[in-house]
Structure formats: C-alpha cells, structure tokens
Antibody, heavy 119, light 113 residues
C-alpha cells in the first residue's frame, strides 16, 4: 500500500525553525514528484512547495519563498521541508502529497503534521 | 497567481437532491496545445486529508461514484452531485495546476438539509 507519513511538527516561537519530514513507502519514491500543502485550523488548503523527481525543479508559494526550503532524498524515500523565520500565520497542518505522476494534482496524501507558531 | 473562486461557500441539500458547486479561475486554464483544462476537484471530510475526485476538470478518478460529475472549460467549472448521499457531507475544493504556482479555491461546505 502506498503511504506517506509526516513527522516533525510541534510548537515553536515566532522566528524559530522546524524541519518536517515525510516518509514514503509502498511505491518507488523516486518516480513521484512531491509537494507540501498546508491547512490552517478551520481554513482551506494552501499549496506550499513542489519538488520534481530529479530535484531539478523546485517551486514555492509566495507566502513562504525565501523562508522555506523543500528537499528530498530518494535513497531514503523521504521528503523534507525546512521552515525558518516562522510566523504565526504559518500555523497549520502540513501535508505531504503527490500526484502519482499526474503533475500538479494531489492524489496521494499523508495524514499531516501540526505546526503551531506562538509565543 | 491564478485566483480560484468557488460559489457558494456553503450549501444545504436534501438527501437525494442535486448539489452544484461552481469554481471560477481568474484566467484561462485551458491549455491550447492539448485541449485540457488544468483543474482538479477534491473532497475533504473532517479529520481526513483531501481526496482527489477529478482531474482535467472532468476525468473521474477510479472509485469515485458516478453521481459525481465535473464539467466546464476555460475559466468556469462545476462539480455536481446528482443525488446527495449522507456520506457526501464534506468540504469540496477546486484547484488549478495550469500554473506552477498551484492554487485552491476557498472551499464549499456541503451539508444535509
């Protein structure tokens, strides 16, 4: 069974940093492009970042560009999101997601990890 | 960025009745070279991640009941549930993937009247 499991969430003060991880299993991770999508409590979905299978293409939402860095390690079947200079508005459940080859869609999702930015 | 606007924000429909959700993009998301609309629909139930229902605006993902249909082209799209069932209570989102900055609509909450 294809599965994504996020970890690394928690509480952090404004200006702090966190690194999220997403462990993939049940499929050939290196074949799928990957994304981070977040959802603030009680709010809608916001795409955060994309990374291609070969790491050659990386995109960010304007709201996180320059503060967040997406990366992946195909040898470890893992996706990462380094989040720096965190703000209260970054508080959300962060999902890793993939379109399973259908670029731009999100067909495979993890359960998410909650990031809370508060003093 | 392409702005996706859904209407209504919420709707209450009787069991067995039709539910219609609209989604409008701020620019054309029909790619001329392949005649495909870069539009997806998702269903999210409380406490769960979203579930992909449609891609290319009207291609139903395997396993999605055929009471769900997606239509539209260019800038105007519709998700229709022909006969609402109790298990369809959820928030529905449209999303464009025409641009590499992917954007979602704000969501439409569907409830039972």
């Amino acid at each position: 069974e294809e599965q994504l499991v996020e970890s690394g969430g928690g509480s952090v003060q404004p200006g702090g940093s966190l690194r999220l991880s997403c462990a993939a299993s049940g499929f050939t991770f290196s074949n799928y492009e990957m994304n981070w999508v977040r959802q603030a409590p009680g709010k809608g979905l916001e795409w955060v970042s994309y990374i291609s299978t070969s790491l050659t293409s990386i995109y960010y939402a304007e709201s996180v560009r320059g503060r967040f860095t997406i990366s992946r390690d195909n040898t470890k079947n893992s996706l990462y999101l380094q989040m720096n200079s965190l703000r209260a508005e970054d508080t959300a459940v962060y999902y890793c997601a993939s379109g399973r080859g259908l670029l731009g869609t999100f067909d495979l999702w993890g359960r998410g990890t909650l990031v809370t930015v508060s003093s | 960025d392409i702005v996706m606007t859904q209407s209504p924000d919420s709707l209450a429909v009787s069991l067995g009745e039709r539910a219609t959700i609209n989604c409008k993009s701020s620019q054309n998301i029909l790619y001329g070279s392949n005649n495909k609309n870069y539009l997806a629909w998702y269903q999210q139930k409380p406490g769960q991640p979203p579930k992909l229902l449609f891609y290319w605006a009207s291609s139903r993902k395997s396993g999605v009941p055929d009471r769900f249909s997606g239509s539209g082209s260019g800038t105007d799209f519709t998700l229709t549930i022909s006969s609402l069932q109790a298990e369809d209570v959820a928030v529905y989102y449209c999303q464009q993937y025409y641009s590499t900055i992917y954007t979602f609509g704000q969501g439409t909450k569907v409830e039972i009247k």
